[in-house]
């Protein structure tokens, strides 16, 4: 069984940077594409940003400049680095872990294997 724990949420300033982590337990090697998602108050969960196992990577238009993913193989960990964080980046983050990136490239939810509980994220003005 697959689980994923992300960490790394909290309370900042607009303009301040924050650095997610999600660590997966048990065996995640034949996940293709592993993402981020977030929910904002009142809004339907959306896609952040993809990463397949060569590397590449795909943001949303919104977060794309400012968000990094990033993955540690060897730690069974993926990371967000978020810079320059708004206030409509409130949200609790999610990440997860699809088998194939044929769909979860373009974040499309019932792809993805795995889900963690997600950490949150408030940025004020």
């Known amino acids: 069984q697959v689980q994923l724990v992300e960490s790394g949420g909290g309370s900042v300033q607009a303009g301040e940077s924050v650095r997610l982590s999600c660590t997966a337990s048990?065996?995640?090697?034949?996940?293709?594409?592993m993402s981020w998602f977030r929910r904002a108050p009142g809004k339907e969960r959306e896609g952040v940003a993809v990463?397949?196992?060569?590397?590449?990577?795909r943001y949303a238009d919104s977060v794309k400049g400012r968000f990094t993913i990033s993955q540690d193989n060897t730690k069974n960990t993926l990371y967000l680095q978020m810079n320059t964080l708004k206030p409509d980046d409130t949200a609790v983050y999610s990440c997860?872990?699809?088998?194939?990136?044929?769909?979860?490239?373009?974040?499309?939810?019932?792809?993805?294997?795995?889900w963690g509980q997600g950490t949150q994220v408030t940025v004020s003005s």
């Open positions: 997860a872990a699809a088998r194939s990136c044929a769909s979860a490239w373009w974040f499309v939810q019932g792809s993805y294997n795995y």
């Open positions: 990463i397949d196992k060569d590397g590449r990577t």
């Open positions: 048990g065996y995640i090697a034949s996940s293709s594409c």
